[in-house]
């Protein structure tokens, strides 16, 4: 199959083309690089440098007759989305409904949106989830809550086949340490570096972390087997940011400092999903526990910092 990754040169979209590669599709990458990376593009991945706003977008989608769009370019820090949402809505609604449009139009098979648990703003069900009430507590999750609305309309309306993937906190090798999200990636720099990390917040908030491979894993399921409609792609479980210092401590057999500073304005105090449905239906599960994914993931910086 002939696939576009959008944000195919970010952290999470080039190991989804990767994933695609070795599978033996044929894939072309769009990404305006204003968070990804061209040494992140996949050996093999045909690179097209664009923005999914630009005016030519559509018409690039149409003119290429994709079989598949994975979708991953997006903005995604969720203080920069609350203090600039209408940036952060001109990317994840603009943008998305720009290629959900340029899919239909151009007759794409079947299109992935990577989306998040953010839409769902504080967790009142653990783990949750598909059910779980829809209450997004920063303009990220609400701009992430209307793209999966619009591929809804497109599948419901238009009969457009469209899964969305729910991430909770991905990490691994590429992620960024400079921006704002990845806390693991953002710690592990700073520690390398002999200096200090901030914890916003007592440490005691808890995510669900899942390694990028299992996450790259789950999009090549979807593309497989085309299942229909939105999902949560995460490990079931829980560790608090204290627990991830204390992992990456023993990673780096080293000591490293952290301070508190003031939690997050939009940051939910847990974040715990079940993948018991997309389980269900694709057989998919992940299998990278957080202890061997913080290890490898520590292993690779490493190698990178000694190049």
Known sequence: MKILVTGGAGFIGSHVAEAYLRAGHDVVIVDDLSMGFLENIPDGARFVQMSINDAAFQQFVTAEQFDAINHHAAHMELRVSVDKPVHDATINILGSLSLLEAARASGVGHVILASTTAVLGEFIDIPATESHPVRPIAPYGVSKRAMELYADYERITHGMSVTTLRYTNVYGPRQNPHGESGVIAIFLEKFMKGASAVIHGDGTQERDYIHVDDVA??????????????FHICRNSAASVNDVVHALRDALSRECVVQYGPAKAGDPARTRASHDLFSSCTGWKPKIDLHNGISSTVAWFLR???E
């Open 217 to 230: 894993a789950a999009n090549l399921v979807a593309l497989e087997q085309r299942v229909q409609g939105t």
């Open 304 to 306: 990178q910092g000694a």
